[in-house]
Structure formats: C-alpha cells, structure tokens
C-alpha cells in the first residue's frame, strides 16, 4: 500500500482502476490527470520578458525621431494643401490670395515669423480666409519671406520659392524643402536647397 502512495495521481487511479475523465474540470481527478506539459515554467516566463526588454531598449530610442519626421511631413503636407487651396479659391473667385506667416505668433526668437503657422489672406484687404498652426517645436523658413502669391487667375507670381522644414531639435530628422517653379508646380526635395 505504501508504494501506491508514492505514484502520481495518474498512475494511482489507473491501478485503482478509475479513468482520467471527469465531467467537472476543476475536480481532483481532473487536475491529477492534467498533462505535465500544460502551462509554463518561472524561467521560460523570464526569459520570454528578457527578450522583450531587448527588443524595447533597441527601438524606444527611435520613437523620438520617428515622431518628428511624422511631425514635418505632415506640416509639409498641410502647407502643400493650403497653397493648392489658395490658388484654387484665387481661380474661382478672382482675387489676389496670399500665404503669410501669423501675426500674432510669439516665439523666442521674437514676434511674427512662420514658427506658429501660416495664414492665407485676400491680398487687397487683407482678409483672413484660413489660417493654419504648426506645433511648437518646428522652424519653417520661406523664401521669399514675406510669403507666396497667388494672381487672380490662380497662377504663383514669383517663381523660384521655397519653405523649408526643419525639426527645432537639431539632427532629430532631416529637412524637408518645398520649392516652387515658374509654372507653379511643387516639389519635395530632402535637404536645405531647389537644384533645377
């Protein structure tokens, strides 16, 4: 009898002639008849968080920088919708639009500029028509400064700008420029100059 004690539950029922399947699975018969391969050790646990602890120490770096290019695409984006916009409305309704930096923007290098966004104004009277912010933490650099034109019949007056986008932080992602042909027509270039 002592020898039956010593047996696990499996081969204790088997000699007592009981089978492994019980109707209830939180019964004493069914966890005795459990495989020994169901769930998983302490140090297969451990190693599987190690790994993960790897892999979060090689990327979360990157976040960062990846947020910023995300950041300046999209302001490059938004600047590209506007201007099309502009030139858009200027076509339909025969007027002279203007993209211009916002007045009323406050940023430690001082007042004005393009850091907080752009507004597109009615060149005549100066009517705001839409006005677009940046997050903090960009630096936008048109040229010419003042801003871009557009002609009643919606054609760029002045070729050869450009807006240039960069991350406050340096060496956080690369610049992105957008520069302006004679014809009006766009194009993204990666670096701080139009080549034609």
């Known amino acids: 009898m002592d020898t039956v004690r010593l047996k696990s539950g499996r081969a204790r029922r088997k000699m007592q002639g009981m089978s492994c399947t019980s109707p209830v699975a939180s019964s004493p018969a069914a966890r005795d008849c459990a495989p020994w391969w169901r769930g998983h050790a302490l140090i297969e646990a451990l190693g599987a968080f190690a790994l993960l602890g ?3 120490t090689q990327t979360l770096p990157l976040i960062p920088a990846w947020v910023q290019r995300a950041t300046l695409a999209q302001a490059r984006a938004r600047f590209e919708a506007d201007w099309l916009a502009a030139r858009w409305q200027a076509q339909q309704t025969g007027t002279s639009l203007r993209l211009q930096p916002i007045a009323a923007c406050r940023t430690p290098a001082g007042a004005g500029g393009w850091h907080c966004g752009w507004q597109t104004v ?3 009277n100066g009517q705001l028509l839409r006005e677009s912010r940046l997050p903090a933490g960009l630096w936008v650099t048109p040229k010419p400064t003042e801003g871009w034109r557009v002609d009643p019949w919606g054609e760029p007056l002045g070729g050869g700008a ?3 986008f960069q991350s406050g932080t340096p060496g956080a992602a690369q610049p992105e420029l957008l520069c302006l ?6 194009r993204r270039v990666q670096g701080e100059t139009c080549s034609d």
């Open 54 to 56: 790897l892999v979060l």
């Open 122 to 124: 009615v060149e005549g």
């Open 162 to 164: 450009s807006v240039l």
């Open 181 to 186: 042909n004679v014809l009006g027509r766009l």
